[in-house]
């Protein structure tokens, strides 16, 4: 079932017709100025001095606008020409933009930025290495310091409320776009974490598909942490509520670390030098502590 293509066909062939769908069903885009001034808030209080933002992947640049708006200088990357057209149109009054075409799993914009990007449950597409390496991408396209944003869907809210309907597919939701009527069916795979919405429609002459890997907040950390970033803070909705078990998003606020935060924490042995090591002290009731 799972076609680690599935977004060329569905975003690129099939973009223009996916985008009516999203824009309809998700009452996300109609909130986009509250995302935005949240993003902005998070930014002036975890990067003031941030000005260069990488929104990878930007869909049609409704966030980027957004931060051009206020300011920043933004790139945006989507591997969607289309959706690449519009955000170009929205930005070309603002001198500090750049729209893409480009895959986020092979992307290399020789440069780097203080804050990157990732909304709206962008990020699981693929499978779990290639996850990991566009994760890699994104920190790699981050000076020392800078701030890495990531929303995605929470997998723990997700399972309380389709819990009853795990393997199955989930009755059909249907709607109405000016390219046509659609039915959206939901799956969830719990052997391999993905949720999958199989897209029929009139207009269609085959079935399209979404693929995500949905992920709990404790994998995300262990990803982030093992690539040098630091969790700052996780929100769980877009109202800017704390995160909670069973909150609808995860919104992480991660810094890519310094490297001479590391090297504080770990200092180079010098030959001469012997590794101490910490003896337990030995209480008078025979237990040990460190
Ligand atoms: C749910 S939309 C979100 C877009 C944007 N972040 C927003 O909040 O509106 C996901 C986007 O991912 C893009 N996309 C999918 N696979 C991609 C890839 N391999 N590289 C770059 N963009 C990709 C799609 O074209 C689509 O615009």
Redesign the pocket.
């Known amino acids: 079932m799972f076609d680690p293509n599935w ?1 060329i066909k569905t ?2 062939e099939y ?1 223009e017709i996916i985008f009516d769908i ?1 824009t309809v069903h998700r009452e ?2 109609e909130n986009t100025p509250q995302q935005v001034d949240f993003i902005v808030s998070l930014l002036r209080k975890y990067h003031p001095d941030a000005v260069e933002v990488l ?6 640049g ?2 980027s606008l957004g931060f051009l708006e206020r300011g920043y200088r933004v790139t945006g ?4 020409p289309s ?1 690449i057209r519009i955000a170009s149109e929205k930005g070309q009054k603002h001198p500090g933009s750049r729209f893409l075409v ?4 092979e ?1 290399n914009l020789s440069r780097k930025f203080d804050v990157v990007i ?5 990020f699981g ?1 693929f499978d779990e290495a290639t996850n990991q390496r ?1 994760l890699e991408n994104f920190i790699d396209h981050l000076k020392e310091g800078g701030v890495l944003i990531l929303d995605i869907l929470n997998r723990d809210h997700y399972i309380q409320k389709m819990a009853a309907v795990i393997y199955e597919w989930r009755p059909e939701i249907l709607v109405r776009t000016r390219k046509g009527n659609f039915s959206l069916r939901y799956s969830f795979d719990p052997y391999t974490s993905r949720l999958t919405v199989e897209v029929k429609g009139e207009n269609l002459s085959e079935p399209l598909y979404y693929s995500m890997r949905l992920y709990s907040l404790h994998e995300l950390i262990k990803m982030l942490k093992s690539r040098n970033m630091e969790v700052l803070e996780v929100y769980g909705d877009y109202s800017g509520s704390k995160y909670r078990l069973f909150s609808p998003r995860i919104i992480i606020v991660a810094r890519k670390k310094y490297h001479r935060d590391d090297e504080e924490k770990a200092p180079p042995l010098r030959d001469e030098e012997t590794p101490t090591v910490r003896v337990p002290k030995v209480l008078k009731s025979g237990c040990a502590s460190t």
Not at 55 to 60: E, K
Not at 102 to 105: A, F, I, K, L
């Open positions: 977004v975003y690129v973009g999203l996300a885009y929104d990878v992947p930007c869909g049609d409704r966030i990357m989507d591997i969607s959706y480009g895959d986020m799993r992307m990732n909304w709206f449950s962008s597409y566009v």
